[in-house]
């Protein structure tokens, strides 16, 4: 059911959003923001009294340089009047944040569920080699699974038949996961907040798609009996979803192995608080802009 939903939003969407596809990928991530930053911007306008919080921003900056130069005559007393004030001025200034964000709330989680779906990697394509993975429990290392594919719908397989071996840990690679996922790792670790993670089984293969163009193909596994399908896209704009649980013992699940967006091919994600690489950019640039907005816009 959540599938459904997600994929109708996703879908629905893409009406609206697909433009944003065929820019480069960092001017993708800055397109998003950038509608972000407006929506949660120019809201303000209509759902806040600009009046009003237009005088208290006045009333604080002047209430700033009060407090600054009483500090600078040692007037305790004054000082402390003019603290009390401000923060009664930003006390009040508060129950003006609810109404934008209740506005913003709606069409800002159907971007971002779009920018899910369209946005987290870049697309395979034609001519390159995919790798795909089939976990499994650690009880069926030593088996092995088959990766069926059809050769004239153009795609192909290193080897059909691969054995089911002991997966190994995740491997940082670049000074963005060096510094920021390893370091943070490490430290979670020797804190006891974190161990290594149980290891099951896992087989892959390498699957190529030769003809030119955009293509939709099934990869049919069949494992201990049973078959699993997994959908690949290759050569579009947008992309299957990069991991499949499966029901059942014998699999956990299909993975296919796809670039993750970074900014500027560099700012990834952040592991140990599950955010991928495409949504640390765009919180980052999104709250930038919001300020910058805000500033030059006059809204308050």
């Known amino acids: 059911m959540l599938d459904a939903i997600n994929d109708l939003i996703t879908n629905a969407m893409d009406y609206v959003l697909d433009w944003i596809l065929v820019l480069p990928r960092d001017l993708r991530i800055l397109a998003v923001a950038l509608l972000t930053s407006a929506m949660m911007t120019f809201v303000r306008l209509w759902s806040t009294d600009q009046e009003w919080l237009g005088r208290a921003d006045a009333d604080k900056k002047r209430l700033g340089e009060l407090i600054k130069q009483a500090r600078r005559d040692k007037d305790k007393p004054a000082k402390k009047?003019?603290?009390d004030t401000l923060n009664l001025i930003?006390?009040?200034?508060?129950?003006f944040e609810g109404k934008p964000l209740l506005w913003v709330i709606l069409p800002v989680a159907l971007l971002a569920t779009?920018?899910?779906?369209?946005?987290?990697?870049?697309?395979?394509?034609?001519?390159?080699?995919?790798?795909?993975?089939?976990?499994?429990?650690?009880?069926?290392e030593g088996d092995y699974p088959h990766l069926l594919v059809d050769p004239e719908g153009?795609?192909?397989v290193d080897s059909a038949v691969q054995e089911i071996v002991r997966d190994t840990p995740m491997q940082y690679e670049g000074v963005w996961d060096t510094v920021v996922n390893q370091s943070v790792s490490s430290l979670?670790?020797?804190?006891?907040?974190s161990g290594e993670p149980a290891l099951g089984g896992v087989a892959t293969w390498k699957v190529k798609a030769d003809a030119?163009?955009?293509?939709?193909?099934?990869?049919?596994?069949?494992?201990?009996?049973?078959?699993?399908?997994?959908?690949?896209?290759?050569?579009?704009?947008?992309?299957?979803?990069?991991?499949?649980?499966?029901?059942?013992?014998?699999?956990?699940?299909?993975e296919i192995v796809m670039e993750p967006a970074r900014l500027f091919g560099v700012i990834g994600g952040i592991d140990w608080l599950m955010l991928p690489g495409w949504l640390v950019a765009y919180l980052v640039i999104a709250l930038l802009l919001?300020?910058?907005?805000?500033?030059?816009?006059r809204i308050y």
């Open 212 to 254: 030119p163009g955009e293509g939709r193909h099934v990869l049919t596994f069949v494992h201990r009996g049973r078959t699993y399908e997994k959908e690949l896209l290759v050569g579009s704009r947008h992309y299957a979803s990069n991991f499949q649980f499966c029901d059942g013992d014998d699999v956990d699940g299909i």
């Open 90 to 95: 930003k006390f009040k200034s508060v129950r």
């Open 154 to 156: 153009g795609l192909s």
């Open 81 to 83: 009047r003019f603290k």
């Open 114 to 140: 779009w920018c899910f779906n369209r946005l987290a990697f870049e697309p395979p394509r034609s001519g390159e080699d995919v790798t795909v993975r089939l976990y499994t429990p650690a009880s069926a």
């Open 188 to 193: 979670l670790r020797w804190i006891g907040l």
């Open 290 to 297: 919001v300020s910058v907005l805000k500033r030059v816009c």
